[in-house]
């Protein structure tokens, strides 16, 4: 999420009440997930076991709960809880507006687009030309859709993330301050949920169609000309290739990458990152010949046994 104009370093920590170590003009335009920061960045980091990889991050303002020497070029923000005081900047920077009319006046529709009865069109949307957005259909805050796309009954696109910290009264939810971007030529199938990014976007690729009943996690990114179908849950963080074609009820882990032109057959719970061009099955995932290579050997046991005795 880049902000409006540049923030200084001193700016930022009064937000959140917080010492900062660095000079206190240094420049801050955005805040964002360690997956997708870059240069003028602030990152958050809670753990130890990630301090490392956000201080050597491309971050360059580390929002961070211990005292550590700053590396070279960067600033700290040293926070008691940062998980709260990200929280804390993304309410700020991005703060929900309610909606008391169904199609907002600040959302943007494209020539020739049909929007049918019951759909809700929030801040800041923008549709570009000739779609077709069929009834009850909810397209939250800051969602960019491209020309020439079709999205059915009951999709919905931009929920929160499912990002949550677990403290001792209970779970405490990341606010989410990114968006869905939907490019062009895309098609969505009834019922489909489509999650925003944390901090950055959930991008669904041109040419892509997805069939009902499918769930899209935050920042995850589907590439062009890709086919979903019916059922598919595909979770946080994850990159999916140009071409990929996923069959009815898979789901995947998060943060994995599935490679150009791979096809993934039904039922498949895909638990790693696989290579494009080949075809797979099964959970835990494998290419498919040699799974079903399996299947068939064990049908071949009862036979052995019975050889044995």
């Not at 009865?117 to 779609?131: A, D, K, L, W």
């Not at 290579?293 to 071949?300: G, H, T, V």
Request: hydrophobic share 35%.
């Amino acid at each position: 999420m880049k902000f409006s104009k540049t923030h200084t370093l001193k700016e930022i920590a009064s937000i959140i009440n917080c010492e900062y170590v660095g000079d206190a003009d240094f420049s801050v335009t955005g805040m964002n997930e360690i997956h997708v920061v870059e240069s003028g960045d602030i990152v958050f980091v809670d753990h130890p076991k990630y301090y490392d990889k956000a201080l050597n991050s491309a971050a360059t303002t580390i929002l961070i709960n211990k005292n550590v020497d700053c590396p070279e070029g960067k600033a700290l923000l040293i926070s008691d809880d940062p998980f709260r005081d990200f929280n804390t900047l993304t309410n700020h920077f991005k703060p929900f507006q309610f909606a008391s009319v169904a199609i907002s006046a600040s959302a943007k529709v494209g020539a020739g687009t049909v929007i049918q009865p019951n759909s809700f069109i929030g801040n800041h949307v923008v549709i570009g030309e000739n779609c077709l957005i069929h009834s009850n259909v909810s397209i939250y805050d800051h969602t960019v859709i491209g020309n020439n796309v079709i999205i059915h009954a009951g999709t919905i696109l931009g929920a929160d993330a499912f990002y949550y910290k677990k403290r001792a009264e209970g779970y405490d939810q990341l606010i989410s301050g990114g968006r869905v971007v939907i490019q062009d030529n895309v098609g969505i199938g009834a019922l489909c949920t489509i999650d925003k990014g944390v901090t950055g976007d959930t991008t669904i690729g041109e040419g892509t169609k997805i069939d009902n009943q499918v769930h899209v996690g935050h920042d995850t990114v589907i590439g062009k000309k890709c086919l979903i179908a019916s059922q598919t849950g595909i979770a946080g963080c994850v990159i999916i290739k140009d071409e990929v074609t996923i069959w009815g009820q898979v789901g995947t882990t998060s943060g994995i990458t599935i490679g150009e032109k791979a096809v993934i057959l039904g039922q498949t719970g895909v638990t790693k990152s696989v290579e494009g061009g080949k075809t797979y099955f099964g959970t835990p995932i494998e290419e498919s010949r040699e799974k079903l290579k399996q299947l068939a050997n064990i049908k071949k046991i009862p036979e052995i046994l019975s050889k044995l005795k």
